[in-house]
């Protein structure tokens, strides 16, 4: 076998960045193709020093991604866990940590929600109760204070991030890169370093990166969004990955019952009896709708 074998450290347009061994090498993959994530493993050719053509892409371990009617918007690959940021201010958005612990589920990843901003306190009794609900299906809640606390935010979050690839995301404002600064020294540095390789220079847009710390352990900051459309996920896929569905899935009137208005549904039966949240269901409903709306891949 031929060439180098490398990690994708951060993707821009169709340039990647590959860290192979102590060397980064910017590198391009063949024709068109854009397929690469960051956090892929790839076998690379190098075409002059620090720069090569990504050959094959290894096998995923898993694949986390989003879409929208005409294509996969590919977020990371190999992810072991997602850890969703909030804050207690600005307000966070229901509807987007919901859709990112449904695609967690759907790439069979494991999600946290980190709740940061807890020292404004006359804000977190309101933003507790709002992330009870994901406690309530069972995904972990962890409390943190980047500004204020910042060495307690270490000690909840490294321990768990130990040995994992994770990724970070999170609406602008909530405090991922205050975080993101506090579990990878020199975050700053490195981000200068892979910004100046894939941008010639120009002005930083934002892009996904990984961070490596040590051999076994990857921290991946991804760009804030404000969509995270789930088009991709068919129904069979969507009735699995809402967790609190699983318990009475099988009990409805119709085996191929879709939840929406059938008589005898024993998922309506629990949003009626507050067993499921209403908004739940209101999100399942929209993403059964996006997925019927695909056009391309
Ligand atoms: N009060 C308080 N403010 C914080 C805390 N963590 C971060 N902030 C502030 O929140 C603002 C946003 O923080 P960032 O780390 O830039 O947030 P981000 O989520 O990366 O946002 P973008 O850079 O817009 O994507 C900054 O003004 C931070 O100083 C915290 O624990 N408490
Ligand atoms: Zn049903």
Not at 82 to 105: N, Q, Y
Request: charged share 20%.
């Amino acid at each position: 076998m031929t060439g180098k074998i490398g990690t994708v450290i951060a993707a821009h347009g169709r340039h990647y960045l590959v860290q192979v061994d102590d060397i980064r090498l910017q590198c391009v993959t063949r024709g068109k193709k854009s397929d690469v994530a960051v956090g892929d493993i790839v076998r690379i050719k190098e075409t002059s020093p620090n720069q090569g053509v990504i050959e094959s892409i290894g096998e995923r371990k898993t694949l986390l991604y989003r879409s929208d009617q005409y294509k996969s918007k590919l977020l990371a690959a190999n992810v072991t866990q997602l850890f969703i940021v909030v804050a207690t201010e600005p307000g966070f958005s229901d509807d987007l940590v919901s859709r990112a612990l449904i695609a967690a589920e759907a790439a069979g990843i494991a999600a946290h929600i980190v709740l940061n901003k807890t020292d404004v306190a006359e804000l977190l009794p309101k933003a507790r109760e709002r992330v009870a609900l994901y406690a309530s299906l069972g995904y972990p809640v962890h409390e943190v204070s980047a500004r204020s606390a910042p060495d307690a935010a270490c000690d909840t979050l490294l321990p768990l991030m130990r040995s994992q690839s994770s990724i970070l995301i999170g609406q602008s404002g909530m405090g991922k890169s205050s975080l993101i600064n506090l579990l990878v020294p020199d975050a700053d540095i490195a981000t200068r370093e892979i910004s100046a390789a894939l941008d010639s220079g120009k002005h930083t847009t934002t892009f996904t990166r990984l961070y490596a710390i040590g051999r076994d352990t990857a921290i991946i900051d991804s760009p804030g969004f404000q969509e995270f459309g789930l088009y991709h996920l068919s129904e069979g896929m969507l009735e699995r990955a809402f967790r609190e569905f699983g318990q009475h899935l099988g009990h409805c009137r119709f085996y191929n019952c879709h939840h929406l208005t059938e008589p005898g549904c024993a998922v309506l039966a629990a949003v009626d009896a507050n067993a499921i949240a209403p908004m739940r269901h209101a999100l399942y409903q929209q993403l059964l709708h996006e997925s019927s709306q695909k056009i391309g891949y």
